[in-house]
């Protein structure tokens, strides 16, 4: 009986997986119908002002621009550069990054990847900061100085995505803006693999893998205006809570910014779940896919999102 019962259970578990599998995958494929909107090209603007109108009158759940995105990161907003601005290209965009950060993190979580079998969270930082205080308070002065660096290189990271978008233009989909910036994070991705197989080198491999998410999230951040974070949901998973509660109550205005919420919040989860069996299956090698996730946005997401939206 217990053989019987063991065998469906995993059984169920299998089945699951594949059931996640699919809908990930269901995600990832609809998401540009679900957040579908009119892009624009250089031939159909020259300011930002023009392209706001077009945003609001897409859909009566897609709120203007300027109530969905009102802490513009990187000081003055500035007109973008005739390029390709989309909504739904941007917001896809975030999801795909989203999902590549869960990975990130899952992988470094499960102590699969270092040759010491050591695991840190490098995406989502909150439990950092309260961890480095207690190690300060209790004199533990070797976790405070290690998650003070954790916390110092995803700071760094997003440090470089500002450095080179000093002026970010909201929903310029251009590899001139923000290419470099995810070509730095492939790069580092792809030396943590290294760092995290040698064991003198594990707490500099998961640095670097903190770089790759800081920039990861200040990328998308700042190409939104603050709607896409892709490394850190405390906040969306809060504001999730308060739309719903919102809706319940009639209060519809913020359901377009609850739907790419609960899509980020999915992709990110969805990232730690493929983890599991990645890194067990490939060890390190499996963090060469969130590389090549990175490249490809880098050089190729422009054009894909040009033939998808245009």
Same mark, same amino acid.
């Given at each position: 009986i217990?053989?019987?019962s063991f065998?469906?259970s995993k059984?169920?578990?299998?089945?699951?997986?594949?059931?996640?599998h699919?809908?990930?995958?269901a995600l990832?494929v609809?998401?540009?119908?679900?957040?579908a &909107?009119?892009?624009v090209?250089?031939?159909?603007?020259t300011?930002?002002?023009?392209?706001?109108?077009?945003?609001?009158?897409?859909?009566? &759940?897609?709120?203007?621009?300027?109530?969905?995105?009102?802490?513009?990161r990187g000081g003055?907003?500035?007109a973008?550069s005739? $390029?390709f601005?989309?909504?739904?290209?941007?917001?896809?965009?975030?999801?795909i990054?989203?999902l590549?950060s869960g990975?990130?993190?899952g992988?470094?979580l499960?102590?699969?990847?270092t040759? &010491?079998?050591?695991?840190?969270?490098v #995406? #989502?930082?909150?439990?950092?900061?309260t961890?480095s205080a207690?190690?300060?308070?209790?004199?533990?002065l070797? %976790?405070?100085?290690?998650l003070?660096?954790?916390l110092?290189?995803?700071i760094?990271? $997003?440090?470089?995505?500002?450095? *080179?978008?000093? %002026?970010?233009s909201p929903?310029?989909?251009s590899?001139?803006?923000?290419g470099?910036?995810l070509?730095?994070?492939a =790069?580092?991705?792809?030396?943590s %693999?290294?760092?995290?197989? &040698?064991?003198?080198l594990i707490?500099?491999?998961?640095?670097?893998?903190?770089?790759?998410?800081?920039i990861?999230?200040?990328?998308?951040?700042? !190409?939104? $205006?603050?709607l896409?974070r892709? $490394?850190h949901?405390?906040g969306?998973?809060?504001d !999730?809570g308060?739309? !719903?509660g919102q =809706?319940?109550?009639?209060n519809?205005?913020?359901l377009?910014?609850l739907?790419v919420?609960a899509?980020?919040?999915?992709c990110?989860?969805?990232?730690?779940?493929?983890?599991?069996? *990645?890194?067990?299956a490939?060890?390190?090698?499996a963090?060469?896919?969130?590389? #090549?996730i990175y490249?490809? !946005?880098?050089v190729?997401?422009e054009? *894909?999102?040009?033939s998808?939206?245009?």
């Open positions: 217990f053989k019987r065998g469906l059984s169920i578990m299998l089945s699951l997986r594949r059931l996640i699919v809908a990930l995958t990832v609809t998401a540009p119908a679900v957040f &909107d009119h892009s090209t250089r031939n159909q603007r300011t930002f002002s023009q392209v706001r109108p077009r945003v609001a009158d897409f859909s009566k &759940d897609v709120a203007p621009v300027s109530e969905i995105a009102t802490i513009p003055k907003v500035e973008a005739p $390029s601005v989309s909504q739904s290209a941007s917001i896809v965009m975030g999801l990054l989203a590549n990975f990130i993190n992988c470094a499960s102590g699969v990847i040759a &010491d079998g050591s695991s840190q969270a #995406a #989502a930082v909150t439990a950092s900061w961890n207690l190690g300060l308070a209790s004199g533990n070797a %976790k405070f100085g290690f003070g660096k954790v110092g290189s995803f760094f990271g $997003s440090f470089i995505a500002g450095y *080179l978008q000093p %002026k970010p929903f310029l989909v590899t001139s803006s923000y470099l910036p070509a730095i994070a =790069i580092s991705t792809v030396l %693999k290294a760092c995290l197989e &040698d064991k003198s707490k500099l491999g998961f640095y670097l893998l903190c770089v790759a998410n800081g990861n999230n200040s990328v998308t951040s700042s !190409m939104t $205006s603050n896409c892709t $490394s949901f405390t969306i998973s809060s !999730m308060t739309f !719903m =809706i319940l109550r009639g519809t205005a913020n377009f910014k739907k919420f899509a980020l919040a999915a990110f989860w969805g990232g730690g779940f493929l983890s599991y069996e *990645l890194t067990k490939y060890g390190t090698s963090l060469y896919i969130s590389a #090549a490249l490809f !946005m880098a190729g997401y054009k *894909l999102a040009k998808i939206f245009s």
